[in-house]
T-cell receptor, first 111, second 114 residues
Framework: AQSVSQHNHHVILSEAASLELGCNYS??????LFWYVQYPGQHLQLLLK??????LVKGIKGFEAEFIKSKFSFNLRKPSVQWSDTAEYFC?????????FGKGNQVVVIP | EADIYQTPRYLVIGTGKKITLECSQT?????MYWYQQDPGMELHLIHY???????EKGDLSSESTVSRIRTEHFPLTLESARPSHTSQYLC?????????????FGSGTRLTVV
């Protein structure tokens, strides 16, 4: 079965700082990878996804993620965060027709 | 705005009560899922369905049951609620096969059993 590992569960940073969230997955087959975001009081929303092709994926709100197959990683980045990026971020891998999620990163951006 | 709806949004209920968490989607998705979400933990798949009259247990053992009588409706039932059932329950759906683009999630039901 697939699994996802996310590090640094709590991240606090100031506006304009750069953000990078690590994601490592375990799955033996062809992977589809996702990052979801959950803003306070809202539902989980798809931030970006990787299915195939260019390993550098651009998503909404200035986020991007890089798939590195040799490292089984799919790290999320944003060069300059805003207060509105305060949220919980979940990495997920699709395998066996279902998604497995990591524990999430709680990101707090201080104005 | 999500096209998948969960009710109630919040529920506080006494031990031993029977409860049903509702989930409906308007996208015509065949596949639907129930996840359990606790703070600082992974989302755990507890049930899924690939279509009408198809239900399966997920990776996390759960005392809840589900039904799928209509494509758009995927309710979750707890026959006798216990404090250990306190959690957030998320419903999701996805389109099948080649058109798969990820899951669409509802807003969740936060259940507290006292």
């Amino acid at each position: 079965a697939q699994s996802v590992s996310q590090h640094n569960h709590h991240v606090i940073l100031s506006e304009a700082a750069s953000l990078e969230l690590g994601c490592n997955y375990s799955y033996g087959g062809t992977v589809n990878l996702f990052w979801y975001v959950q803003y306070p009081g809202q539902h989980l929303q798809l931030l970006l996804k990787y299915f195939s092709g260019d390993p550098l994926v651009k998503g909404i709100k200035g986020f991007e993620a890089e798939f590195i197959k040799s490292k089984f990683s799919f790290n999320l980045r944003k060069p300059s965060v805003q207060w509105s990026d305060t949220a919980e971020y979940f990495c997920a891998v699709r395998g066996n027709n279902r998604l497995a999620f990591g524990k999430g990163n709680q990101v707090v951006v201080i104005p | 705005e999500a096209d998948i709806y969960q009710t109630p949004r919040y529920l506080v209920i006494g031990t031993g009560k029977k409860i049903t968490l509702e989930c409906s989607q308007t996208m015509g998705h065949d596949k639907m899922y129930w996840y359990q979400q606790d703070p600082g933990m992974e989302l755990h798949l507890i049930h899924y369905s690939y279509g009408v009259n198809s239900t399966e247990k997920g990776d996390l053992s759960s005392e809840s049951t589900v039904s799928r009588i209509r494509t758009e409706h995927f309710p979750l039932t707890l026959e006798s609620a216990r404090p250990s059932h306190t959690s957030q329950y998320l419903c999701a759906s996805s389109s099948p096969g080649q058109s798969f683009y990820g899951y669409t999630f509802g807003s969740g039901t936060r259940l507290t059993v006292v």
